[in-house]
């Protein structure tokens, strides 16, 4: 029976587009749903403030009345001005074991891709850095987690088979938490400190934490501006993204240091682990997903670590050391025995680096194709 290609062009059918890994990965112990609510929020041209900017557009693959694959194709003119490459993103790449079904969707990429007049399509990638990114191909049988994306291990090989290549890689990393104090960390953050004259930021509640949030997001988008696939965030979308990861914060797990007139020179974005609770709730909040969400944040021995930034004229002065020492307080604090890095570019020796202080391992891979489009 042959793939019938549809374009997603409603909130129904939008909302089919989101659930169809629900059943692709049904009885899978090692992938984690998004947040139905985040998907939705982050897809629908008319809440995503990203769309200000960037064109997009889904297609469901169909056979037999039955959805057996999904895709994103984003144009964002803002990748293409700053980087100078003519590409189309896609994303929210699904689809079961059939090379007719995943050629057919690329088909539709790369044909909107030669709408555009771009000479290239390469993803997995959202409408920005700080969406899911990045094809899992290594760690298939390790648990996802919130901020990425979990795929089965034959994606790779249909990638390869219709002539895509890698561009870039992001390696994972499980950290083993230690029980004591870690001297030689500790003793590094009080020099700097002293030296430097800075000081961490004292906040008790949430509240009080959000009113530096936008802050922390322009550090975010000016020290990450190089690294690969990154654009210039507007401030909507900051706003958009801290209403969508900020309610689930603890202020502890969440380090800032400011220098002497009270300027945020670093932070770290850290929280408990929200992976199995995601599974027993199934991306959902209701009828029950709320309260899984909240027993994770209050009780779990796995942690993630999502963001790290350090304002350029500090780096290279230790500061890491300072973020490093509260994030481990923090994690002894909750009880906290594993961590999980999420994604960091393979070249990014410096964020890597910070691992030397704990015993850990490279657990996952992930990747960035890259496909040349004929025009």
């Known amino acids: 029976m042959p793939v019938q290609l549809r374009e997603v062009t409603t909130s129904r059918a939008l909302k089919e587009f989101i659930r169809f890994p629900q059943s692709l990965y049904r009885g899978n112990p090692y992938w984690v749903p998004a947040l139905f609510f985040d998907e939705y929020n982050t897809l629908h041209w008319r809440k995503n403030p990203a769309f200000q900017t960037c064109e997009a557009r889904y297609w469901l693959a169909y056979r037999g009345g039955q959805v057996v694959g999904r895709v994103a194709a984003i144009y964002n003119p803002k990748y293409v001005e700053k980087w ?10 699904d689809f079961i ?5 995943s050629s057919v969707l690329i088909g539709a990429v790369e044909d909107f891709a030669r709408e555009k007049r771009m000479g290239a399509i390469h993803g997995p990638l959202g409408f920005t850095d700080l969406d899911r990114e990045g094809m899992l191909v290594e760690g298939f049988h390790e648990v996802g987690t919130l901020a990425t994306i979990y795929n089965h291990s034959y994606y790779p090989l249909h990638m390869e088979r219709l002539g895509f290549r890698k561009d870039a890689d992001w390696v994972e990393y499980e950290v083993t938490v230690p029980g004591e104090p870690i001297d030689e960390i500790e003793r590094a953050a009080a020099v700097v400190m002293r030296r430097s004259k800075l000081h961490l930021l004292q906040v008790k509640h949430k509240k009080e934490l959000m009113q530096y949030a936008l802050e922390i997001f322009h550090i975010l988008d000016e020290e990450y501006s190089e690294l690969y696939g990154t654009v210039p965030l507007s401030e909507a979308q900051m706003q958009g993204y801290i209403d969508q990861y900020f309610g689930f914060v603890v202020p502890e797990m969440v380090p800032v240091v400011m220098d002497e007139n009270n300027r945020i020179v670093a932070f770290a974005i850290v929280m408990n682990s929200l992976s199995r609770a995601l599974q027993k709730g199934k991306g959902e909040l ?7 969400l909240l027993s994770a944040l209050q009780k779990n ?3 993630d670590m999502y963001l790290v930034a350090i304002r350029s004229e500090y780096q290279g002065r230790g500061v890491n050391a300072i973020l490093m020492s509260q994030i481990h307080k923090a994690f002894r604090e909750h009880r906290i025995t594993r961590a999980e890095s999420n994604p960091e570019l393979e070249s990014n020796a410096d964020v890597q680096g910070q691992w030397r202080f704990f015993p850990h391992r490279q657990h996952k891979r992930r990747r960035c194709f890259i496909k040349e489009v004929t025009r």
């Not at 003519?86 to 929210?92: D, E, K, P, S, T």
């Not at 074991?97 to 079904?101: I, R, Y």
């Open 301 to 303: 021995d796995l942690a």
């Open 286 to 292: 209701f009828p029950f997903g709320f309260l899984h």
């Open 84 to 93: 100078g490459n003519a590409y189309v993103r896609f994303g929210w790449l």
């Open 97 to 101: 074991d059939d090379e007719e079904v």
